[in-house]
C-alpha cells in the first residue's frame, strides 16, 4: 500500500531513472497531498460502485468530459504499452521475466 510505496519501489524507480539521466517526479506523492487525501472520510471516496468519486467529480467541475472523469481505471504501464515494451527489452537481454531484468539494472548500478 501507501505505507510501503517509498521502501518498496520509489528505490528501484529512481536508480533506473538516474540510469538514464532523469530525475523522477512525483507530485501526487505529496505527505500533504497524502495526508488530505486519507483524512477524506470513505463515504466521499466510493458511492455505489464508483471509486474515487469526489476525485471524478472535481475533474467534471474543472471542465473534463463525463466519459473522460468516469472511464475505467488502467494502470499507466498497460495503458501505454510500457509494460509490454519492458518484456520485449527483458527477453532481448536473456531474462524470462520483467522484474529480473529490471533487477539486474539496479544491481548494475549499486555496485
Not at 507530485?27 to 486519507?38: E, H, V
Not at 469526489?54 to 467541475?61: Q, S
Request: hydrophobic content about 45%.
Amino acid at each position: 500500500g501507501l505505507k510501503e510505496i517509498h521502501s518498496r519501489d520509489m528505490y528501484r524507480d529512481d536508480v533506473i531513472m538516474m540510469h538514464h539521466g532523469l530525475e523522477l517526479r512525483l507530485p501526487f506523492l505529496d505527505t500533504k497531498l497524502i495526508a488530505f487525501a486519507l483524512s477524506i472520510p470513505p463515504m466521499y471516496k466510493i458511492v455505489g460502485d464508483v471509486k474515487k468519486a469526489i476525485l471524478r467529480e472535481a475533474a467534471m467541475e474543472l471542465g473534463l468530459d463525463h466519459d473522460i472523469a468516469y472511464r475505467k481505471k488502467l494502470a499507466a504501464q498497460y495503458g501505454s504499452n510500457f509494460d509490454k515494451a519492458l518484456i520485449k527489452l527483458a527477453k532481448k537481454n536473456g531474462f524470462d521475466k520483467k522484474g529480473e531484468y529490471l533487477l539486474s539494472i539496479t544491481d548494475r548500478l549499486i555496485l
